[in-house]
């Protein structure tokens, strides 16, 4: 276990987190990059306008640093004789992981400033998001193919399915899919960092458990982040991630599951996000169906239970421990079931 290497990551994802607030906060409100309220969430979310946004630079910026620095050490220092009995394209899925995380986060940051600079909350249009997308999504996916990576993916209980052509096709939507499912997550303060949190230690777990300490350090670093960044976002958060780092958020979680190469484990682990997005389909489809009813109280499902009289404080709480939950049968089916 590779146990160094990832809790430096841990460690220096955290600092540089937390420090990082220390100037880049004020920073934003120098500029006046506040977050616009949409008119038909909650109203008490009016108290939040002006709250700085594009607070996920600060995660982005120690994540990436963690991984640059210890990914290096884990693979050419005193492990680097273990770190031969991982797969050989391993590290064209640590760092091809990494790097489409920072293109998701970077179609995040031109949908934050457009919206920063027009002064409402509209960014990319909904086509212009997709397609960036799924041009990132592609661009990773393509690198795992070109390093050797076949179509056969791990199911627990079941070994070894080869889908052919067909997994590269599922694969891209569900990277898209999943990673607008945790840029839904993001609503209220420390809701997509916490939960992302717990994502992250179920990762880590199983990464040591299976011997992939290359993700193992990613991992790391990520959990590391997302505590970090909970210093400035905790309720009453005082930053905002905005799509700049709910999107990397969301690329670094599919980086973890593609990379483990069980991106079924992206349902129990993701449930939380599953249940968001779904949430909003639902509501939608509905509303449509209906002609005007709602099926929820509001979408995404955060919403429903904030109207419902939940804190956000509670939320966060219940959320988490669903997040848990499912990282702990994940674990479980990876144990019994591989």
């Not at 590269?168 to 809701?191: Q, Y």
């Not at 400035?232 to 990397?248: E, H, I, R």
Request: glycine fraction near 14%; aromatic fraction near 12%.
């Amino acid at each position: 276990m590779a146990g160094f290497e990832i809790g430096a990551a841990a460690g220096t994802a955290f600092l540089i987190t937390g420090i990082s607030g220390k100037w880049l906060i004020p920073f934003l409100r120098r500029v006046h990059f506040g977050q616009t309220i949409l008119e038909d969430g909650p109203k008490w979310h009016k108290k939040k306008q002006g709250t700085p946004t594009m607070g996920g630079i600060m995660f982005i910026l120690g994540i990436t640093a963690a991984v640059a620095i210890f990914i290096p050490v884990y693979y050419y220092g005193a492990n680097a004789d273990k770190s031969l009995l991982e797969p050989l394209n391993m590290r064209t899925r640590v760092y091809g992981g990494l790097g489409m995380a920072l293109a998701f986060g970077a179609i995040g940051f031109f949908d934050d400033y457009i919206k920063v600079v027009k002064k409402r909350n509209l960014g990319l249009t909904a086509r212009q998001k997709l397609v960036l997308q799924f041009l990132a999504a592609g661009a990773y996916l393509a690198a795992l193919y070109l390093s050797g990576a076949g179509s056969s993916t791990l199911i627990p209980f079941a070994g070894s399915i080869n889908l052919g052509m067909l997994y590269w096709v599922l694969a891209l939507l569900v990277i898209v899919g999943v990673v607008n499912a945790v840029n839904f997550t993001d609503g209220i303060d420390g809701l997509n960092a916490s939960v992302t949190f717990f994502a992250a230690l179920s990762f880590l777990v199983i990464s040591g458990v299976l011997a992939l300490n290359g993700l193992g350090v990613v991992a790391g670093a990520l959990a590391g982040g997302c505590l970090g960044f909970l210093l400035w976002n905790f309720n009453p958060a005082k930053v905002f991630m905005g799509d700049t780092g709910s999107l990397f958020l969301g690329g670094m979680v599919c980086a973890l599951g593609f990379g483990l190469n069980l991106p079924i484990l992206l349902v129990p682990i993701g449930i939380v996000y599953l249940c968001e997005i779904l949430s909003v389909v639902l509501q939608v489809s509905y509303f449509k169906a209906t002609h005007g009813k709602r099926l929820f109280k509001m979408s995404p499902i955060h919403h429903h239970f904030e109207m419902c009289g939940w804190s956000e404080i509670k939320i966060c709480l219940v959320f988490s421990l669903v997040t848990l939950a499912g990282g702990a049968l994940a674990l479980y089916s990876v144990l019994k079931g591989l």
